[in-house]
């Protein structure tokens, strides 16, 4: 009972400051019958997370499998804890802005006459390929993640 009520002020907490973040969108699933969703659902500049929150109690199998399909669909789905989440949440930070200062970059480049159409095609392709790349690194360190849950489960 004191586990259930720990988890839930720390997911109120978490979500709190998952909110503040600039160019995101964040939910707490609540659904009571439906066993193994994620605890949180949000986007952040166009990129899918699923975080699943635990305190001191340890991750199931249907919770790690539900995570792993996500991982599958592009989407970057962690176990948070106490120990990593300001972690997380600072690079969750600093890739919402980091996104942000690029596309205000972007429209003011692509908005100067002096930039031709091939000019602007070609920035465009850079920062999607470097985005990519980003989101890629994101995706691969949320899988370790849950590969080293699995194994101390």
Same mark, same amino acid.
């Given at each position: 009972?004191?586990?259930?009520?720990?988890?839930?002020?720390?997911?109120?907490?978490?979500?709190?400051?998952?909110?503040?973040?600039?160019?995101?969108?964040?939910?707490?699933?609540?659904?009571?019958?439906?066993?193994?969703?994620?605890?949180?659902?949000?986007?952040?500049?166009?990129?899918?997370?699923?975080?699943?929150?635990?305190?001191?109690?340890?991750?199931?199998?249907?919770?790690?499998?539900?995570?792993?399909?996500?991982?599958?669909?592009?989407?970057?789905?962690?176990?948070?804890?106490?120990?990593?989440?300001?972690?997380?949440?600072?690079?969750?930070?600093?890739? /919402?802005? $980091?996104?942000? &200062? *690029?596309?205000?970059?972007?429209?003011?480049?692509?908005?100067? @006459?002096? #930039?031709? %159409? !091939?000019? /602007?095609? $070609?920035?465009? &392709? *850079?920062?999607?390929?470097?985005?990519?790349?980003?989101?890629? @690194?994101? #995706?691969? %360190? !949320?899988?370790?993640?849950?590969?080293?849950?699995?194994?101390?489960?």
């Amino acid at each position: 009972m004191r586990t259930q009520k720990r988890e839930s002020r720390f997911q109120t907490a978490f979500l709190k400051r998952l909110r503040k973040i600039p160019g995101s969108w964040w939910m707490k699933c609540n659904d009571k019958t439906t066993i193994g969703l994620p605890d949180i659902i949000g986007f952040c500049n166009g990129l899918g997370f699923a975080f699943e929150l635990k305190t001191k109690s340890k991750i199931d199998a249907l919770q790690l499998d539900t995570l792993r399909k996500i991982a599958k669909c592009a989407t970057v789905s962690a176990v948070i804890t106490e120990d990593n989440c300001k972690e997380m949440l600072s690079s969750l930070a600093f890739f /919402a802005i $980091t996104e942000h &200062k *690029r596309s205000l970059i972007d429209m003011q480049l692509l908005g100067r @006459s002096s #930039l031709d %159409n !091939s000019q /602007a095609s $070609t920035l465009r &392709k *850079r920062r999607s390929c470097k985005t990519k790349k980003r989101h890629a @690194s994101l #995706l691969s %360190n !949320s899988k370790r993640t849950l590969r080293e849950r699995a194994g101390t489960r």
